[in-house]
């Protein structure tokens, strides 16, 4: 997976991030964002399911490993897994996790499964990702489909510049087999 040597530009985590404390009410954060244990089964998050592969490496090429990954995002109905979403019935998806989160392994990937990201009112299709290692600390961005025509009108998209906008726009492509739709390769480069 080639790496662009720009640093990704760092964004906010905006108001849906779900705080430790509140996470720690369910044993459901894994790497899997399609199947949630407590909805039961048989239950799949609706929407279209994405294979998403990061890989971090640093401004030098050096692939990071042991890095914690925490991604998240709304659902296909648009609604957010958060304390503050007190979201009736039917008007979100029970079986998507809305928040994952895995470790990097020694090539300094990571592989969630999830779904591929909706547009949120008045923004751009996007997902959250948040990075943490003892060699760079802390780096939370916002992940956005290329050529998504809401791009153009998202406030956060605009403020970035054609190269910055490179370094976190994932290219999706069709996937084949195993309830897959698309799926992304996309490198995140933190600071050397």
């Known amino acids: 997976m080639a790496a662009s040597q720009r640093v990704m530009v760092a964004m906010t985590e905006g108001p849906f991030y ?3 404390r509140w996470r720690a009410q369910w044993s459901d954060w894994d790497a ?11 239950a799949v998050a609706g929407g279209e399911h ?12 050096r692939r ?28 979100f998806d029970p079986a998507f996790q809305g928040f ?3 470790r990097v392994n020694a090539d300094g990937e990571v592989r969630f499964r999830t779904i591929r990201p909706v547009p949120y009112p008045g923004r751009t299709p996007h997902i ?28 956060l998209w605009r403020q970035l510049d054609a190269g910055e906008q490179a370094t976190l726009a994932m290219q999706l492509d069709p996937a084949s087999g195993d309830s897959l739709r698309w ?3 996309h490198a995140l480069v933190v600071p050397a």
């Open 18 to 20: 779900p705080a430790a």
């Open 32 to 42: 899997d964002l399609t199947r949630v244990a407590h909805a039961g089964p048989g």
């Open 50 to 61: 994405l294979a998403l592969l990061l890989q971090i490496v640093d401004s030098n090429g």
């Open 64 to 91: 990071i490993d042991g890095a914690e990954v925490e991604i998240w995002q709304c659902d296909a109905l648009a609604a957010y897994r958060h304390p503050s979403v007190r979201a009736p019935a039917g008007a």
């Open 100 to 102: 994952g989160s895995a």
């Open 128 to 155: 959250h990702v948040k990075l943490r290692h003892p060699t760079f600390g802390e780096l939370t961005s916002q992940l956005f489909v290329a050529g998504e025509p809401g791009n153009a009108r998202d406030f």
């Open 183 to 185: 799926s992304c390769r």
